[in-house]
């Protein structure tokens, strides 16, 4: 079992920035892939970001260049740095972790983008 908490959303005015964290607690030594993931309203949930133990990392196209993943095995958090931002960023969002047989989802948290 894996319990997965984001923290760090809010409001932010159009080109500020945002530190998105996720802890996990749990079952962790069994995680391999996190990521974080965001939906806005009346849209489909999108993959934002993915990072491996290795840290290896992905991004959508969309944040190239704006947003960083980041991953600290030692103290099992993952941050998402958001700069630049933009209102077509608002959304929620949902940390993301697999292991070699389950799924694991964080509640969310929320985002908004003002102008």
């Known amino acids: 079992q894996v319990q997965l908490v984001e923290s760090g959303g809010g409001l932010v005015q159009a080109g500020g920035s945002l530190r998105l964290s996720c802890a996990a607690s749990g079952s962790i030594f069994s995680i391999n892939t996190m990521a974080w993931y965001r939906q806005a309203p009346g849209k489909q949930r999108e993959l934002v970001a993915t990072v491996t133990t290795s840290g290896s990392t992905n991004y959508a196209d969309s944040v190239k260049g704006r947003f960083t993943i980041s991953r600290d095995n030692a103290k099992n958090t993952m941050c998402l740095q958001m700069m630049s931002l933009k209102p077509e960023d608002t959304a929620v969002y949902y940390c993301?972790?697999?292991?070699?047989?389950?799924?694991?989802w964080g509640k969310g948290t929320l985002v908004t983008v003002s102008s």
């Open positions: 993301y972790a697999r292991d070699f047989r389950l799924d694991y």
